[in-house]
């Protein structure tokens, strides 16, 4: 089954939002192997975070990345207009198999 | 410049098939996982199938198994997707994605590498 996020965050610029992505002891709770993307309308998807909190090269250190049980988070820090899109949080879940959240849609106010 | 380029969509009758090709450059396709990732209109994103880079690893979803395969042809750095009995409910925009970690001993770390996607439409 698909991992559950909120389906719609919003804030205002400068402020921090946090987004979470509740899975099962089968996959966010088993392994330290979530990632976070970022999709604008009509844009492929953007690594952000990877294997919990990792970011890759060249992605804002205002994007940050945790995991307690079953849960993973990501947080943006100082939001600004452009963090505006859609976040999909996705776990590695065993047997060679993936699986994604449902997305959450981000507003800046 | 990294870059990963879909090709192969298009309309199809339900229960025809369609192979979808990604062409890979700028990176040693070799060394990296790649995955297909699916997005129907207007949804979120889905993992379609996903192959290790010693080819050692595949998987796929649930709702693909025993229809798609998975396959990779180092030689022509490219990634395949051979899409069987396909429904209506198969139709999204596919996505190819570059594996984020060089010779990962994991199936999975991330997509750093996204194209910009091929269209299926299936459709009597």
């Known amino acids: 089954s698909a991992l559950t996020q909120p389906a719609s965050v919003s804030g205002s610029p400068g402020q921090s939002i946090t987004i979470s992505c509740t899975g099962t002891s089968s996959d966010v709770g088993d392994y330290n192997l979530v990632s976070w993307y970022q999709q604008h309308p009509g844009k492929a998807p953007k690594l952000l975070i990877f294997?919990?909190?990792k970011r890759p090269s060249g992605v804002s250190n205002r994007f940050s990345g945790s995991k307690s049980g079953n849960t993973a988070s990501v947080t943006i820090s100082g939001l600004q207009a452009e963090d505006e899109a859609d976040y999909y949080c996705?776990?590695?879940?065993?047997?060679?198999?993936?699986?994604f959240g449902g997305g959450t849609k981000l507003t800046v106010l | 410049e990294v870059q990963l380029v879909e090709s192969g969509g298009g309309l199809v009758q339900p229960g025809r098939s369609l192979r979808l090709s990604c062409a890979a450059s700028g990176f040693i396709f070799d060394d990296y996982a790649m995955h297909w990732v699916r997005q129907a209109p207007g949804k979120g994103l889905e993992w379609v199938s996903g192959?290790?880079?010693?080819?050692?690893?595949?998987g796929y979803a649930d709702s693909v198994k025993g229809r798609f395969t998975i396959s990779r042809d180092n030689a022509k750095n490219s990634l395949y997707l051979q899409m069987n009995s396909l429904r209506e409910e198969d139709t999204a925009l596919y996505y190819c994605?570059?594996?984020?970690?060089?010779?990962?001993?994991?199936?999975?770390?991330?997509?750093?590498?996204w194209g910009q996607g091929t269209t299926v439409t299936v459709s009597s």
């Open positions: 994605a570059k594996g984020s970690t060089i010779r990962g001993v994991r199936f999975y770390y991330g997509m750093d590498v």
């Open positions: 294997e919990v909190n």
């Open positions: 996705c776990s590695y879940a065993g047997s060679s198999t993936l699986v």
């Open positions: 192959i290790s880079w010693k080819s050692d690893s595949i």
